[in-house]
């Protein structure tokens, strides 16, 4: 999959969010975003998703524009922070909607993490703490198995083995479902060398 963002600029309500970015991916692999806070970062993950237009230059995924384009997009896994789902689902009713939505769905592996980060399946969404809900969407992430995945810090509330335990999951499963990409946007520097792994 090939990702380009040529001379891109976006503005909310008059203010420049972006000015003149430029990247291009050619190779599989796991990018970061790197950037202090309000420096654009999710923006430029909206727009990567399809989410939002930009309002100057150009973004490509695999030669076409990915905003409402129904091709693309259905090779996209987003994952931002919070209300991914809706909140009155069980744990297991979020699971069983999602795999519609991905061809490359692997229920092994969403099923080895729910049980690594032990999700109660029964329980509501807003019935789980913020570290629950943020392990059930990176789990469902990485099981949705999208040519590009996109993480906007979906791991927030996550305490530091809980993290340890994801980020040697999402290295472990790269390896071995190579041909896909993942972009995570950050801040910190502690995460810097593991997500600009590629």
Request: aromatic share 8%; glycine share 6%; net charge positive.
């Amino acid at each position: 999959m090939k990702i380009v963002m040529e001379h891109v600029g976006k503005e909310i309500d008059g203010q420049k969010i972006l000015d003149d970015v430029n990247f291009t991916i050619q190779e599989p692999g796991i990018y970061a975003v790197l950037g202090p806070n309000g420096a654009g970062k999710t923006t430029i993950m909206h727009i990567l998703s399809g989410l939002s237009k930009c309002n100057s230059g150009n973004v490509t995924i695999d030669g076409e524009q990915p905003f409402e384009n129904r091709n693309i997009l259905d090779k996209i896994s987003f994952i931002q922070e919070s209300e991914n789902f809706k909140p009155t689902l069980k744990v297991r009713q979020i699971i069983q909607y999602v795999q519609a939505f991905y061809p490359n769905w692997n229920h092994e592996l969403v099923t080895k993490l729910i049980d690594l980060f032990k999700l109660p399946t029964n329980k509501r969404l807003n019935q789980l703490s913020k570290g629950m809900v943020s392990a059930l969407n990176m789990s469902i992430g990485l099981a949705s198995r999208a040519p590009l995945t996109i993480f906007d810090e979906p791991y927030i509330g996550m305490d530091a083995t809980a993290r340890k335990k994801l980020y040697a999951e999402i290295i472990e499963d790269y390896v071995e479902y190579l041909g896909s990409s993942c972009f995570q946007p950050t801040s910190s520097k502690k995460r810097r060398t593991f997500l600009s792994m590629r």
